[in-house]
C-alpha cells in the first residue's frame, strides 16, 4: 500500500517542527506492525511514498472539527497530488491535532473515519485519524481496515465486538495485544479478489528517504509522555501498583483525579519496572522479547469441488487452511494461495446453447427489482476493472445495474477471448486450456506454434470499374486466418463479402451497411469505415467456408476513382514459407488527456518507417506499413468521476388547496459522461449536499 500521510498544522503545533518527522515515522512503524500480523490472513506492506506537514491550511483543504466535512475535503484535495515521475500514491491518510467528531462541528469522542471499500479509487482511498498519542498507530489500522472493505466487528457479522480485536467498534484490545478478526480477515480477502485491488499489485517506485526511528517506541516516548499525550499536560504514570498491568493497559494520574485509562496498552519497549520492559502485552526482562513468535503453516488440500459448468469451460478448486499451527504472538501468515484453481468441462457447449452471462441476468427474471419485473439481458460496456460483475440491462428500459458484484467461476471475461472470470477477478488463460498460462497461437491458430506450418497469401487489387455493380477480388478459401482486406485510399467503393452461394454477409442487396462486428464465416469480422479513412475488415479466422470478397462501386465513376485494395491471409500447410518483412509504425508519445476522470481520451501521432540502410530509416506512406497498426487512441483517466446526487421530478401537491406535500425522488448515481446513469449507494455522495426529497406546497387558499 503505498501510503501518502499528511500532518495537519495542529501536529506541528502539538509536537513542533523538529520531533513530528519522528513521531508520525513511529507510528507509521506500529501501523506497518500490525498489517503485518498473521491474523490478518495475507500479506499487507505499509509503505510510506511522501510525508507532508502542513504549516499552513492549502489552498481547496478545509480541516475543522466535522470529520465527515474534513475527510470529503481531503479526499478532494489529496486526489490532485501526484509524486516523482507522476505516479499516484494508493492511499492517503490524514493526521489531525483537532478533536474531530462524525456528525458536527465540535469536538466529541470519535478517533477516526474513511469511506468502506475507497482502497485504490481516486477520490475514496483516504482516512482522517486524530493525534491521541501513539494509539494513533491504532485508530490508523482500524480506519485503513475499512478502506478494505472491513466492517465494524458484530456489525452484521458473527465476531463479537467485545473480543478487542482491530476492528471492533471501540479500540481496547485483548490483554494488551491487538488481532485481527476472522471477520476482517475474511473481508479483506474479499476486497483483494476485486479488480479494484489491483493498484495494489506494482512494487513502489518512489519510497520516500526517511530514517526510521531505530528503537521500539516505548523506548522513544517514556509512559509519563504517552499519558500527557492521551489525558493533557499535567497527566503522568499513575504511582499506584498498576505499572506492572500497564503492557496491558496504560493508567495515568492527572491532579485531582483517580489513576483512568482508555485501555490502550503502553507501547512496546516502554518500561514497565527495573530491567523490565513491554512486549507484546507483557512486562518481561530487558532484552527479552516477550511470548515467541509461532509462525503459521498450511494444513492439508480439500478436496476438489464440483465443476461451475457443464461445459464451455468452467472452473473447480481445492483449498487449504492457515491452521497447522495459526499464527500466534505476531507470528507470520503462511506464504502462497489458499486456493488452487482448475478448468474443467472445457468441451464447447451445444451451438445454441444459452450464453453462460445471459442465464445469470435471466436468473433475476423473476425477482421484483424496486417493485416491477423486467427482463434481463447482459450489459458489457463497462470498464475493464468492472467485467467480472454481473451487470445486466433491462429489455426494453435505458436502464442496467450491478445485479452482483461478481459473475459465476467460468463466466468468459468477454465474447472475444478465453479469459474466464474467477471470484470476481478476471484471470489468463492460454491456448492450452491452462489458467495462468502464457501459451497462445502463432498465425495460424496452433498452439504453442512457431508459424512454420503456414504460408502467406498477399496481394493487391487495382481495377477500375463502373459505376453501380459488385465486382469479385479475392477468393478466400476455409480454414483462412488473420485476413485483412485494406482499402488503400479513400474513394466512393465499399467492401462486401458473400458466400460461393451469394448469399451476402456484408454490404450486399445494394445497402451499405454501418461499421461494426459481424459474426459470419466461423469468424467474428471487424469492418471499420469512416468519412475521411479508408475502409478495413480483419478477421482473426479460421473461417469455416470459401467466402466473396467484392466491392460495390458507387455513383458516377471519375477517370482516377480506382478502386485500390490491399489483402492477405494466412492458411495452414504441410510446409513452411518464408513470412515477407514488413514495414514499422513508429509511434509518438501519446497527447494530454482529454478529461481529468470519466473516461477521457489520448491520441498520437503514427508514422510508417522504411529501413534505408543498417542505420538510417525513412518516412513511407502509411499504406505500406502493416495493416494492423498500433492503436491512434487510448483511454485515459478512466476512473469514475465522484458521483453527485439525482432527482426526479415533483410530484402533484397532495391537497387541492391550504398545505401540501409534495415528493419526488433523489437518489446517487455516477456522473461520467455518455453512459447510462448508474445509481450507487447514497454513501457515495456528499450527505450534506443532497437535495430535499419533500416540500410543503400551496396551490390556493382555501374557501
Known amino acids: 500500500v503505498e501510503t501518502l500521510v499528511v500532518a495537519d498544522r495542529k501536529m506541528l503545533e502539538k509536537h513542533g517542527r523538529d520531533n513530528v518527522t519522528t513521531y508520525v515515522l513511529t507510528v507509521m512503524n506500529m501501523v506497518s506492525s500490525l498489517f503485518k500480523d498473521g491474523t490478518i490472513g495475507t500479506d499487507i506492506n505499509i509503505v510510506v511514498v511522501g510525508l507532508l506537514l502542513l504549516e499552513e491550511d492549502p489552498l481547496g483543504l478545509t480541516i475543522s472539527h466535522h470529520a465527515d466535512q474534513s475527510l470529503n475535503s481531503f479526499c478532494q484535495w489529496q486526489s490532485g497530488l501526484l509524486g516523482k515521475g507522476g505516479k499516484r500514491h494508493d492511499h492517503a491518510v490524514l493526521l489531525t491535532g483537532l478533536d474531530i467528531c462524525s456528525w458536527k462541528n465540535e469536538p466529541c469522542d470519535t478517533l477516526g473515519f474513511a469511506p468502506i471499500s475507497g482502497m485504490c479509487s481516486k477520490y475514496r482511498?483516504?482516512?482522517?485519524?486524530?493525534?491521541?498519542?501513539?494509539?494513533?498507530?491504532?485508530?490508523?489500522?482500524?480506519?485503513?481496515g475499512h478502506n478494505f472493505g472491513m466492517i465494524h466487528d458484530g456489525e452484521g457479522n458473527p465476531c463479537r465486538k467485545t473480543e478487542g480485536n482491530i476492528m471492533s467498534p471501540t479500540l481496547a484490545g485483548n490483554n494488551g495485544v491487538f488481532f485481527w478478526s476472522t471477520c476482517s480477515r475474511q473481508y479483506l480477502s474479499r476486497f483483494l479478489g476485486t479488480n479494484q485491488a489491483s493498484?495494489?499489485?506494482?512494487?513502489?517506485?518512489?519510497?520516500?528517504?526517511?530514517?526510521?526511528?531505530?528503537?521500539?517506541?516505548?523506548?522513544?516516548?517514556?509512559?509519563?509522555?504517552?499519558?500527557?499525550?492521551?489525558?493533557?499536560?499535567?497527566?503522568?504514570?499513575?504511582?499506584?501498583?498498576?505499572?506492572?498491568?500497564?503492557?496491558?493497559?496504560?493508567?495515568?494520574?492527572?491532579?485531582?483525579?483517580?489513576?483512568?485509562?482508555?485501555?490502550?496498552?503502553?507501547?512496546?519497549?516502554?518500561?514497565?519496572?527495573?530491567?523490565?520492559?513491554?512486549?507484546?502485552?507483557?512486562?518481561?526482562?530487558?532484552?527479552?522479547?516477550?511470548?515467541?513468535?509461532?509462525?503459521?503453516?498450511?494444513?492439508?488440500?480439500?478436496?476438489?469441488?464440483d465443476c461451475s459448468r457443464t461445459c464451455g469451460g468452467g472452473v473447480m478448486y481445492r483449498e487449504r487452511?492457515?491452521?497447522?499451527?495459526r499464527p500466534q504472538n505476531n507470528g507470520k501468515f503462511c506464504p502462497g494461495s489458499s486456493r488452487f484453481n482448475q478448468l474443467c468441462n472445457t468441451r464447447p457447449c451445444p451451438p445454441h446453447a444459452v450464453d453462460f452471462r445471459a442465464q445469470q441476468c435471466a436468473e433475476h427474471n423473476s425477482k421484483p427489482f424496486r417493485g416491477w419485473y423486467y427482463k434481463w439481458k447482459p450489459y458489457t460496456k463497462v470498464d475493464d476493472e468492472d467485467i467480472c460483475k454481473l451487470y445486466c440491462i433491462a429489455e426494453d428500459f435505458d436502464f442496467f445495474f450491478a445485479m452482483s458484484s461478481k459473475v459465476k467461476d467460468g463466466t468468459p471475461c468477454s465474447k472475444s477471448e478465453k479469459n474466464v472470470c474467477i471470484e470476481g477477478v478476471c484471470e489468463a488463460v492460454g491456448c492450452d486450456q491452462v489458467l495462468g498460462s502464457q501459451a497462445s497461437l502463432d498465425a495460424c491458430g496452433i498452439c504453442k506454434g512457431d508459424n512454420s506450418t503456414c504460408k502467406f497469401f498477399k496481394g493487391q487489387y487495382t481495377l477500375q470499374h463502373r459505376a453501380n455493380e459488385y465486382y469479385t477480388m479475392v477468393i478466400i478459401p476455409a480454414g483462412a486466418r488473420s485476413v485483412h482486406v485494406q482499402e488503400m485510399e479513400v474513394s466512393t467503393s465499399y467492401l462486401a463479402v458473400r458466400s460461393m452461394k451469394k448469399k451476402y454477409y456484408l454490404t450486399g442487396d445494394w445497402t451499405v451497411d454501418w461499421p461494426g462486428k459481424f459474426h459470419f464465416g466461423g469468424t467474428t469480422f471487424d469492418y471499420q469505415r469512416s468519412f475521411n479513412k479508408p475502409e478495413s475488415l480483419y478477421a482473426a479466422g479460421p473461417t469455416n467456408e470459401t467466402l466473396v470478397f467484392e466491392i460495390k462501386c458507387c455513383g458516377y465513376v471519375l477517370k482516377d476513382d480506382i478502386s485500390r485494395m490491399w489483402w492477405e491471409k494466412l492458411l495452414m500447410e504441410h510446409f513452411s514459407a518464408v513470412v515477407p518483412q514488413f514495414k514499422h509504425w513508429a509511434p509518438a508519445d501519446w497527447g494530454p488527456c482529454s478529461r481529468s476522470c470519466g473516461a477521457g481520451q489520448q491520441t498520437r501521432l503514427l508514422r510508417c518507417l522504411r529501413k534505408v540502410t543498417y542505420q538510417r530509416e525513412e518516412v513511407v506512406a502509411h499504406s505500406l506499413c502493416p495493416i494492423i497498426s498500433p492503436a491512434q487512441v487510448q483511454p485515459c483517466q478512466t476512473q469514475t468521476c465522484p458521483p453527485e446526487w439525482s432527482t426526479g421530478s415533483w410530484s402533484q401537491c397532495s391537497k387541492t388547496c391550504g398545505r401540501g406535500l409534495r415528493k419526488r425522488s433523489v437518489f446517487c448515481s455516477s456522473t461520467d459522461p455518455g453512459v447510462t446513469a448508474v445509481v450507487v449507494p447514497d454513501s457515495m455522495c456528499r450527505q450534506h449536499h443532497k437535495p430535499k426529497a419533500h416540500e410543503t406546497c400551496v396551490l390556493r387558499r382555501c374557501p
Not at 125 to 139: H, K, M, R, V, Y
Not at 321 to 325: A, E, K, L
Open 199 to 305: 493498484c495494489l499489485v506494482d512494487e513502489p517506485k518512489q519510497i520516500g528517504q526517511y530514517k526510521y526511528p531505530e528503537k521500539l517506541p516505548g523506548q522513544l516516548y517514556d509512559a509519563d509522555t504517552q499519558c500527557k499525550w492521551q489525558f493533557g499536560s499535567k497527566a503522568k504514570l499513575c504511582s499506584l501498583d498498576f505499572v506492572k498491568d500497564i503492557c496491558k493497559s496504560l493508567w495515568c494520574h492527572r491532579a485531582g483525579h483517580r489513576c483512568e485509562t482508555k485501555f490502550m496498552p503502553a507501547a512496546e519497549g516502554t518500561t514497565c519496572g527495573p530491567d523490565m520492559w513491554c512486549r507484546r502485552g507483557q512486562c518481561v526482562k530487558f532484552g527479552e522479547h516477550g511470548p515467541k513468535a509461532v509462525h503459521g503453516q498450511w494444513s492439508a488440500w480439500s478436496q476438489w469441488s
Open 125 to 144: 482511498s483516504c482516512t482522517i485519524n486524530e493525534d491521541t498519542g501513539l494509539g494513533l498507530a491504532f485508530t490508523i489500522a482500524h480506519e485503513s
Open 321 to 325: 487452511s492457515c491452521t497447522s499451527p
